[in-house]
């Protein structure tokens, strides 16, 4: 297990690279939250041969939503997408399957953006308390009909933060 304060922390300023409004003290904790349930930060890729990818176990055709259908639209988000990544604009404009998963699988800032930004279109509030964290990681992130499970989630993720 990484060192969480350490962690949280780098992603606070990967988020502000985003903007302060996708940085508050929740983002992190929910983004942090996420990373530790869903590989406990020990598997670069899904157990299984599956499609998620770093710590994030996020898929391709998630960041392909993200840059499709929210990005594309937000110019000023994509260049602080690649600030923040140092991944080059050209990935954003023209995204490949190849490319993204072997993004998310080794570049921690585009993990933590492209999760940010899953949650970030989400139509609630970020949550404040350990519950509602895990209630809204399962709507928002994992999905209904994913393995997920939030009382598990709070198992988990209150072990270490």
């Keep these: ?4 304060k350490q962690t949280q922390d780098l ?5 502000m690279r985003l903007g302060h409004k996708y940085a ?5 904790e929910l983004i942090m939250g996420t990373f530790i ?3 406990k930060f020990k598997y670069w890729t ?15 055709d998630t960041c392909f939503d993200n840059i499709q259908n929210y990005l594309r639209f937000r110019p000023s988000v994509v260049d602080r997408c690649v600030w923040a990544t140092g991944i080059p604009k050209r990935y954003f404009e023209k995204p490949s399957k190849r490319d993204w998963e072997y993004f998310l699988m080794t570049n921690f800032a585009a993990q933590v953006v492209m999760a940010r930004i ?5 139509p609630a509030k970020l949550p404040k308390t350990s519950k509602q ?3 809204y990681y399962k709507k ?4 209904v009909l994913g393995k997920g499970d939030a009382e598990e989630y709070v198992e988990i993720v209150y072990k270490y933060l």
Excluded: C, H, T
Excluded at 1 to 4: G, I, T
Excluded at 118 to 122: S, T, V
């Design 1 to 4: 297990m990484v060192d969480v």
């Design 11 to 15: 992603i606070k300023q990967i988020l």
């Design 24 to 28: 508050s003290d929740s983002a992190v």
């Design 37 to 39: 349930y869903e590989s």
């Design 46 to 60: 899904q157990l299984k041969g599956g499609p998620a990818k770093g710590f994030a176990q996020i898929e391709y």
């Design 118 to 122: 899953k949650y970030w279109r989400a």
């Design 133 to 135: 964290m895990s209630e």
């Design 140 to 143: 928002y992130y994992n999905s």
